[in-house]
């Protein structure tokens, strides 16, 4: 009996990433990785990003499909919205990564070899395991913010996870189906540690690989207040829940 190949999507949320979309397909393009496609999951962005979207869609290798938003409501939203899609459409294995470059797509196949040969339920791009690092453009007051976010978290919670906060996942479709990823209702940051706290919950192994946090290079932050807010109260949400 052939082979089936599998089926691994990169679900990446933008709004206003026109600028950098190109440079972010190319690269993923350029990688060796069999059955490997884009799921762009667009908020209806002012800056045209879902019509660029739109015309990568349209090449005859259909490496990109488009799904459009008609509402901005937050990054967890999104995510849930592309990684159902992407379920629907029989992915093996999900990937979660930004739109603005900072995390590098070259580490991908590394990250899916780690987590096919062993038996992590999920890999996080981390930044803070050996051989991690950020960017040193990144401001003083934003590494502070960082670090803390993630020892406030593992405080809280004892995931045990050294990057908690990280966006950049790969993931067994599997385990997304096991932790129920489209009932989650957080947003920004505590989108992804819900996904990390139900992960460990189900008893399942989490992985970490070293990877660079790069700054953006085009474009602004949709970091702000509501997010930071948000992440702090979900920790204890979770806590209180599982007491």
């Known amino acids: 009996m052939a082979n089936v190949q599998q089926r691994v999507v990169v679900v990446v949320p933008t709004f206003n990433e026109r600028e950098n979309l190109p440079n972010l397909i190319s690269r993923l393009k350029a990688l060796d990785v069999a059955g490997l496609e884009v799921l762009v999951v667009d908020d209806n962005s002012p800056d ?16 990109v499909s488009v799904l459009h938003r008609t509402t ?17 459409a029989g992915a093996d294995i999900v990937i979660q990564m930004d739109a603005d470059l900072s995390h590098p797509p070259e580490v991908i196949p590394a990250m899916i070899a780690q987590l096919q040969g062993s038996d992590a339920a999920l890999v996080i791009g981390s930044r803070y395991v050996p051989g ?21 978290v593992n405080a ?4 045990g996870i050294k990057d908690a906060t990280a966006g950049y996942k790969v993931w067994d479709s599997a385990t997304l189906r096991k932790i129920d990823v ?15 706290y139900r992960t460990i919950r189900h008893g399942l192994s989490v992985a970490e690989y070293p990877i660079r946090f790069e700054e953006r290079s085009n474009g602004t932050s949709k970091m702000n207040f ?6 702090i109260l979900m920790p204890w949400k979770l806590r209180l829940r599982r007491n």
């Open 48 to 63: 045209g990003t879902g019509q660029l979207a739109d015309e990568y869609a349209a090449e005859p290798d259909r490496f």
């Open 72 to 88: 901005k409501d937050g990054l967890g939203r999104a995510y849930v919205a592309g990684i159902t899609r992407a379920l629907e």
């Open 132 to 152: 991690g690092s950020v960017d040193a453009a990144w401001a003083w007051s934003r590494k502070t913010l960082s670090a803390g976010a993630n020892w406030y």
């Open 156 to 159: 809280v919670l004892r995931l």
């Open 182 to 196: 489209s009932s989650i209702r957080s947003n920004g940051y505590s989108f992804q540690v819900e996904m990390n």
């Open 226 to 231: 509501a997010v930071q807010f948000e992440s």
